[in-house]
């Protein structure tokens, strides 16, 4: 039977004894895409506070989306100017303020403006643009503009996945001050009879959740999967947007439709119990996809993965025992990549638990550890560390 490998040393306790300093998190929505991590943190640091825009957009709302659990780290939401002014000026000089996606809003500038303003620690934590065409030269200039003008203030950049490393490169940030992060999402709660319950089934059970949009690559899917019509598979469509009608006739069109369901958005806990009783999770992307948070949740009930190279969760794959990645935009790649996986079969309990048992170090505490890390690192000329997933 399979036996996991011990956990690193660096996941197994606090080894950071001495951190003490007041850490905020300057973000457009509270994110469960960070919670899990900042939650962690909270836990080690006296201070950690999250600033937001708001609490949820309505959109993510509609896509299940819940305010996340952020245990002690204080929250606010929607300051005015002088309560953005206050929190900075009123910080410990020795606060770190990480500055997200907010930093192009209103919130982020004035942030970033008083950190550099009144001398705080300041670091970014960001996804890659999306590099393609004239507006992705328009991007690149953006992003070179602010590496000039502020950037220079910047004294780290948690760079979501490869991609985003290689895109602040390609702006001129130097390699020193750039350390992969990634998201890190809460842990799903499996139950076991969802697996007993597909284990009836013979055919190989594809899942995709996400929206129906352009740049997911679900065009690229169902044509690559019509070309594994002699292979036993299935596939579910978990989300709704303005190309699940076309999808369904593509689908028709390639005599899929009794192969590939077509479901709403459901509630988070519905969402994640059709995970766990899948045997694959696809995620095509062929456009921008900065990380890809839903790989995370596959991997951390046991489901490998298959996803593009647009997606910055690509680097979770670099093992084929958790999945495998293809050239975005590529069916013949796709093609090959889905009918490996699906000639195996059906997913064992054995390669279940070595998944789960590997995705321990994307869980928020391993992230939070991490974190510290790089902050002793920057701060405290402590040893630079390896994102724990790249080890």
């Not at 065009?219 to 999808?247: A, F, H, K, N, Y």
Request: charged share 25%; net charge positive; glycine share 8%.
């Amino acid at each position: 039977s399979y036996q996991p490998p011990p956990i690193p040393p660096i996941f197994s306790g606090r080894w950071y004894e001495d951190s003490n300093m007041s850490v905020f998190f300057w973000q457009n929505i509270l994110s469960p895409h960070q919670s899990a991590a900042i939650r962690a943190l909270a836990g080690i640091e006296s201070e950690v506070v999250v600033v937001a825009t708001s609490d949820l957009t309505p959109d993510r709302k509609r896509m299940g989306w819940g305010v996340p659990d952020f245990g002690p780290a204080r929250l606010v939401v929607s300051p005015d100017v002088e309560q953005v002014d206050a929190l900075i000026r009123q910080a410990p000089p020795e606060s770190v303020h990480i500055v997200a996606g907010a930093r192009w809003t209103p919130l982020g500038n004035r942030a970033t403006d008083q950190c550099i303003r009144l001398k705080r620690h300041l670091g970014i934590m960001s996804e890659s643009a999306d590099d393609r065409g004239l507006r992705g030269c328009a991007r690149w200039l953006k992003y070179t503009v602010e590496r000039v003008n502020t950037g220079r203030h910047f004294d780290f950049v948690l760079a979501i996945g490869q991609t985003g490393t290689h895109w602040f490169r390609r702006c001129g940030y130097p390699a020193r001050r750039l350390f992969p992060y990634a998201y890190f999402t809460e842990s799903p709660q499996s139950d076991e009879h969802w697996n007993e319950q597909a284990g009836g089934r013979r055919d190989t059970n594809i899942i995709y959740l996400g929206r129906c949009i352009p740049g997911k690559g679900l065009e690229v899917l169902i044509e690559s999967l019509g070309r594994c019509r002699d292979q036993r598979w299935t596939l579910d469509i978990i989300g709704d947007g303005p190309l699940r009608r076309t999808l369904e006739a593509q689908a028709s069109s390639r005599s899929l439709a009794d192969r590939v369901r077509f479901l709403s958005f459901m509630e988070h806990t519905l969402a994640m119990e059709q995970l766990s009783a899948a045997d694959l999770l696809i995620l095509p992307s062929d456009g921008k996809e900065g990380w890809g948070a839903v790989v995370n949740e596959a991997l951390m009930l046991g489901i490998p993965v298959i996803c593009s190279d647009r997606c910055g969760a690509a680097d979770l794959l670099e093992e084929s025992w958790r999945g495998e990645v293809f050239v975005a935009g590529s069916v013949p790649a796709l093609t090959e990549v889905l009918r490996r996986w699906i000639a195996r079969g059906k997913k064992t309990p054995e390669a279940a638990a070595r998944i789960k048992h590997w995705s321990r170090c994307i869980r928020g505490e391993s992230a939070a550890t991490y974190l510290l890390a790089i902050m002793k690192h920057v701060y405290q000329a402590g040893n630079r560390p390896t994102a724990p997933w790249l080890l």
